[in-house]
């Protein structure tokens, strides 16, 4: 078992070094928290995070009774197939996303691509991604799933189709999709796409519209039907619309759609005040790991995975043929990780997670270090780190199990790759409390 540290706890640890070292964290941490609510937005209070926690464990123990399937250290969970573009999606190798522009007709409230990097220019001006896949081939790149999103691509049908068309000449075995709110899809174009050798439709439909504004996308997807092989809804889980998401689910089973992503709610970091007209906060440690991450999603919003897990009961309940599948804010962060540390050289005292594709190392403080080094002296290793400075010994995580004739605390730092100009630097993130007692490998790292 492993204890996440935060401000709360901290004083429950015995090593004074360890407090001290953990501190650091906790500061950063509250920093953090202190940027997120200058944009006007707060984070749900403590005991309504706690009761939270406890109602998601109780969901995904219901889940796993029921039949779901786990994947990507439990930020996926599915109640049938999934896209195979989903399951490439959690490292994220051999896959790439193009948009022709970040422009859309619509202004969800929610929506990140602000976020993105140079959106005002490509907002305004248009990318030749045909051209981009042809350069993307001459360079020798392996791709197997290719997808064109947005803003709205359909706002611009020549450029999708010849996307699409370009996509199979250039790598004849790829796996494509298509993102689309479904305002723009008619039989003609539908049938351009069919040509030119679409694998995947994903639709857009929005809790938050009218019935009458659904209704308009349903048959859209009715028709798309007719013409691509696997048509699907993504969709934001907005906390609060368990109705209509059970009304939706139950009109993409009569459509007999492929599947549906519940996608959790982030926070894009502006338009803070509709967000508060509507209730909603940020979950509290938004993240098991706090980071820069890539994904412009945000924060999670905190009842959205909630809802998300009791859509999965319902479909199972019901007996839905259709596949449901929860895609967390965390299942998006998992291939930015991998990719970040692919390839890199693996310190003597880390360990490669395969739960969540970051490093991990075990340190001991103060007064702990000298027993420990007669531990492993006896033990005959020797491939540890002293560090003067913080008054640490930094090992490899599976020598925990030999110090379990010793009374000491442990801390299980995480680390990821980052690539900078001067070269591949490893930066720590945070550090976990555990004992030698406690500490279970297969289960914690």
């Keep these: ?65 029921k039949g779901a399937g786990f994947r990507n250290n439990g930020h ?27 422009r859309c007709h619509r202004s969800c409230f929610y929506c990140f691509n602000p976020n993105q990097e140079d959106y005002d220019q490509y907002n305004r001006v248009k990318r030749d991604v045909a051209a981009e896949l042809v350069e993307m081939a001459a360079g020798g790149y392996q791709v197997g799933h290719l997808a064109l999103t947005g ?79 696997a048509v699907m809804v993504e969709t934001p889980v907005l906390p609060g619309t368990l109705d209509i998401m059970k009304e939706m689910l139950r009109e993409l089973e009569r ?7 519940l996608l ?16 909603y906060k940020v979950k509290n440690r938004p993240y098991e790991t706090l980071y820069d991450y890539w994904y412009a999603g945000g924060l999670p919003v905190a009842g959205s995975e909630l809802d998300c897990l ?12 259709i596949s449901g599948h929860y895609c967390s804010l965390e299942n998006k962060h998992t291939g930015q990780v991998f990719q970040q540390s ?55 995580p599976s020598r925990v199990a030999d110090l379990k004739e010793l009374d000491v605390e442990v801390g299980i730092c995480t680390y990821v790759v980052e690539r900078r100009p001067e070269g591949s630097v490893l930066r720590e993130l945070k550090v976990g409390l555990t004992t030698p007692q406690t500490f279970d490998p297969g289960l914690d790292l």
């Design 255 to 261: 459509l007999q759609v492929f599947g549906v992503n």
């Design 76 to 102: 996926s969970i599915h109640t049938g197939p999934i896209s195979p573009a989903c399951e490439a999606c959690a490292q994220g190798m051999g896959s790439a996303t193009f948009y022709t522009s970040l």
């Design 342 to 396: 692919w390839g890199a050289e693996l310190p003597e005292v880390a360990y490669a997670s395969e739960r969540d594709y970051f490093w991990k190392s075990a340190k001991v403080f103060g007064a702990d270090v000298t027993k420990v080094q007669k531990v492993f002296g006896r033990a005959g290793y020797r491939r540890y780190v002293v560090n003067q400075a913080h008054r640490y010994l930094e090992f490899h």
């Design 264 to 279: 959790e709610f982030g926070f894009p970091f502006h338009n803070a005040e509709e967000f508060r007209r509507r209730g």
């Design 151 to 229: 803003g709205e691509p359909l706002l611009f049908p020549e450029e999708a189709v010849a996307f699409f068309r370009t996509a199979r000449e250039q790598f004849p075995a790829v796996h494509t999709r298509l993102y689309t709110s479904g305002d723009h899809v008619d039989r003609e174009l539908l049938a351009r796409f069919q040509a030119a050798g679409l694998d995947e439709i994903r639709f857009s439909v929005r809790a938050h519209d009218s019935a009458a504004a659904r209704r308009h996308t349903y048959e859209r997807i009715a028709l798309a039907r007719e013409f691509v092989p």
């Design 310 to 321: 009791a859509l999965l009961a319902y479909m199972l309940d019901e007996g839905m043929g």
């Design 1 to 65: 078992m492993i204890v996440d540290l935060n401000r709360a706890n901290l004083g429950a640890i015995r090593n004074r070094d360890l407090r001290a070292y953990a501190e650091v964290y906790a500061e950063i941490y509250d920093q953090f928290a202190d940027t997120v609510r200058q944009t006007g937005i707060e984070f749900d209070p403590d005991d309504e995070a706690a009761k939270a926690t406890a109602r998601r464990d109780g969901l995904r123990d219901v889940l796993r009774a």
